[in-house]
């Protein structure tokens, strides 16, 4: 079945850990994005991919990377876990500027 | 940036009632989206629909980019309707979306 899959599903992680969050589709999709989920805060972009190769950075980039070496994965890196970071993330990918998003089932992190 | 509100914020219903949720936006935008995150958690997409009317069985969306505002309508509410439904706008093509808070709708067996 087409569409995103994020890994792990939960998490807990010590503080100051180094941690990625994955993601895969297999839609052929040239854009993929990084969202976080907080109560209260609602969505808010981390980092986004326009295509295979390139990366930029969203609302709330910070302690966040990401890279794209191919068109189906876009990792996500936190290098120093903090209690702040605690949230659930949601991949998203999108074929063309005109076809909408497609989200992954998402991944709870919480940090310790 | 470009504002999003959704109102209502929090909307109860008994199965069975007919609903409009409203999204307003501070510019006008190219894209919009109305997606659906049901108690588990998944986000579900709706409706892609910058422009016009479109309808998928018992939801209808209507947007007015002129007046940057979109209305997601709900028939016959089913309690399987329940959870958020988020607005998203980008004021370009390409652009990454922005999203509204969301409404929280709650359907009553």
């Known amino acids: 079945i087409a569409g995103i899959t994020q890994a792990p599903t939960s998490q807990i992680l010590a503080a100051g850990r180094r941690m990625t969050l994955r993601c895969t589709q297999d839609m052929r999709h040239n854009a993929m994005y990084w969202y976080r989920q907080d109560l209260g805060l609602g969505l808010r972009l981390i980092h986004y991919?326009?295509?295979?190769?390139?990366?930029g950075k969203g609302e709330v980039p910070d302690g966040y990377s990401v890279s794209r070496a191919n068109t189906d994965d876009f990792p996500l890196t936190l290098a120093s876990a903090v209690p702040s970071q605690t949230s659930v993330y949601f991949c998203a990918s999108s074929g063309t500027a005109s076809s909408g998003y497609t989200f992954g089932s998402g991944t709870r992190l919480t940090v310790v | 940036g470009i504002q999003v509100e959704q109102s209502p914020p929090d909307l109860i219903l008994q199965e069975g009632a007919n609903s409009t949720l409203r999204c307003n936006f501070s510019d006008s935008v190219n894209n919009l989206q109305w997606f659906h995150q049901n108690p588990w958690g998944q986000l579900i997409n709706l409706f892609y629909i910058p422009s016009g009317t479109k309808q998928n069985g018992r939801l209808s969306a209507t947007t007015v980019a002129t007046e940057r505002y979109s209305l997601l309508y709900i028939s016959s509410s089913q309690t399987t309707d329940s959870g958020v439904y988020f607005c998203?706008?980008?004021?370009?093509?390409?652009?990454?979306?922005?999203f509204g808070p969301g409404t929280r709708l709650s359907v009553l067996p």
């Open positions: 991919s326009n295509t295979a190769g390139t990366t």
């Open positions: 998203a706008v980008a004021v370009y093509y390409g652009q990454n979306f922005v």
